[in-house]
């Protein structure tokens, strides 16, 4: 009941309430808030406080940023899902709190889609900054295993190189990303491997144009550190999930290395193993860190995981 209780009292003020229906469609900074909502950090920065310690929101800190978004369990992620409906759609304020986050997350695409643009040419190049591609590569097949996969879909497919990679043996591969320079190199580099089976298309991986349940392993291979809202991406990923497919994540484990965000767009720092184990679980996914590759500077991760209750040894056959 004192949970309930502090649920309550946390939510019940009207800037708090708006922070709630904009952490419903986005996970954001204080400052991002701020250019929503028109209010100075300090007031926002109590506000949220206040929010996190009635359980309402989950805020983490990640080098000099702080990010917040819906709690992902407890009374007062229950609250929140309960109330968000009963916001009412055609309130001025909400219309317009909504657009402004639509500019905000608009700049955001624009930011790294400029830098796509910039670097596609060299883009793997620079992955293999970190640690060296065909080590990520080589744990990645062993970790996937060996079987044919009917639906190979790859998120932010970049270059394209993960549908070089497992295409020969995918029935169909489909290849997703907004950049056009990039989806460019991705269909030269397919049409040299002669994997007309495999195709890519302009697309933003919080919103696939896709059925449900219609993948048998979904990739994403160094692309959530670029994305708006991590979370969002893998619960899109679940909706497309066949019941008995698997998903894969190559990606950094946290670090500091805060120049990536000024020089190569990185919007997170990296992601622990109970982050991503947390977004699987609000997806009804069951995702665990499955290998570890240590570079000069950074470390990735690679989880591995499917419906909870359905994980299978391989790729569906």
């Known amino acids: 009941m004192t949970d309930l209780l502090t649920a309550l009292k946390g939510a019940a003020e009207p800037t708090r309430l708006r922070i709630l ?8 900074t204080v400052t991002e808030l701020t250019q929503v909502l028109g209010q100075s950090q300090p007031r926002l920065s109590r506000h949220l406080k206040l929010m996190a310690e009635a359980g309402l929101i989950d805020r983490f800190r990640e080098g000099a940023w702080v990010f917040h978004r819906l709690a992902a369990e407890g009374v007062g992620a229950r609250l929140a899902e309960r109330l968000l409906p009963l916001a ?3 309130d001025a304020v909400r219309q317009r709190d909504l657009g402004r986050l639509d500019s905000v997350l608009k700049a955001r695409t624009e930011a790294a889609s400029a830098y796509f643009a910039a670097n596609a040419a060299q883009w793997d190049e620079i992955r293999a900054l970190h640690v060296a591609e065909h080590e990520v590569e080589a744990a990645l097949d062993r970790l996937i295993g060996p079987g044919r996969i009917d639906f190979l879909l790859d998120v932010g497919t970049g270059t394209g190189r993960m549908l070089e990679l497992f295409g020969p043996r995918a029935q169909r591969g489909l290849g997703i990303d907004l950049s056009h320079e990039m989806l460019a190199l991705a269909r030269a580099r397919l049409e040299a ?5 495999c195709q890519v298309r302009q697309g933003d991986l919080h919103s696939m144009a896709l059925d449900g349940g219609v993948a048998d392993l979904v990739l994403f291979h160094q692309v959530l550190h670029f994305a708006a809202d991590p979370q969002a991406a893998i619960a899109e990923a679940a909706r497309v999930l066949a019941p ?6 190559i990606d950094f484990l946290p670090h500091d290395r805060e120049e990536l965000r000024d020089q190569h767009a990185h919007r997170r720092l ?3 193993p109970r982050e991503v184990a947390a977004w699987g679980r609000h997806a ?8 570890t590759l240590t570079g000069a500077f950074l470390s990735i991760g690679i989880w591995l995981g499917g419906h909870a209750g359905h994980l299978t040894d391989g790729p569906s056959s």
């Open 21 to 28: 229906v904009l952490l419903a469609r986005a996970e954001l």
């Open 193 to 197: 491997a002669g994997l007309q089976h």
């Open 270 to 272: 990296g992601f622990a």
């Open 88 to 90: 009412d759609s055609a």
């Open 284 to 291: 009804q996914l069951d995702i665990q860190l499955a290998g």
């Open 244 to 249: 008995k497919g698997r998903i894969a994540v």
